[in-house]
């Protein structure tokens, strides 16, 4: 099956700074790559996903980048604010499976 | 228009008790799905239904732990004479179910479970 993993665990910055979490995959079949938000006490968050055939996306302050070649993609924050602060998940879904295999997170703290 | 809408947020049980966990998907959606999040712990799939089949319960430990769709009402995950490690936020989640739509997920904010 799948596996996803997340780094680091653990990102603090400081308020304006950027903020990259990175996740590796293993199944080459994978085509959709969500990313999650989770704050405390309260359920992930969709706040972007791509698929395989797009190797950037963007939104706002949020993109995503995705190696199809080197199967690893990237959750890029820019210009940090304290309520940034939050555990990201990333995800990796084949096509032939509705089930996506979760990272492990990544804590951001983002200083104000 | 409501999300992913799951019930109790929070539960505490005693030792050998059972627990239920209600989770009714978002509306047009028709598949659900359960994850277990340990402290400080990642996502973990337990289970994937559509309404009234399991499609897929790899995730699922094989004894005291069941989950349901039917036709009419919420999917129902049922864990029985729970023990102390079932102590976990519990998180469900629905998608269309739709190949076209891509089968984004979104989930519920969870049930804390506490078994003392």
């Known amino acids: 099956g799948e596996n996803v993993e997340q780094h680091p665990s653990t990102l603090s910055v400081q308020e304006g700074d950027s903020a990259v979490i990175k996740c590796t995959y293993s199944?080459?079949?994978?085509?959709?790559f969500p990313w999650y938000k989770q704050e405390l006490g309260k359920g992930p968050q969709l706040i972007i996903d791509?698929?395989?055939?797009?190797g950037e996306k963007k939104d706002q302050r949020i993109a995503v980048t995705l190696n199809k070649t080197a199967k690893h993609f990237s959750l890029h924050i820019t210009e940090t604010q304290p309520e940034d602060s939050a555990v990201y998940f990333c995800a990796a879904r084949t096509g032939g499976s509705y089930i996506p295999t979760f990272g492990r997170g990544t804590s951001l703290i983002v200083h104000p | 228009n409501a999300g992913v809408m799951q019930n109790p947020r929070h539960l505490v049980r005693r030792r050998g008790q059972e627990a239920r966990l209600r989770c009714s998907p978002m509306?047009?959606?028709?598949?659900v799905y359960w994850y277990r999040q340990l402290p400080e712990e990642g996502l973990k799939f337990m289970v994937y239904l559509q309404k009234e089949n399991i499609i897929d319960e790899s995730g699922m430990p094989k004894e005291r732990f069941s989950a349901e769709f039917p036709k009419e009402g919420p999917s129902i995950l049922r864990i029985q004479q729970v023990v102390r490690g079932d102590s976990a936020a519990y998180f469900c989640?629905?998608?269309?179910?739709?190949?076209?739509?891509?089968?984004?997920?979104?989930f519920g904010e969870g049930s804390w479970l506490t078994v003392v």
């Open positions: 989640a629905s998608s269309p179910g739709q190949a076209i739509s891509g089968n984004t997920i979104y």
């Open positions: 199944d080459s079949a994978s085509n959709y």
């Open positions: 509306k047009g959606h028709s598949h």
């Open positions: 791509i698929r395989s055939n797009v």
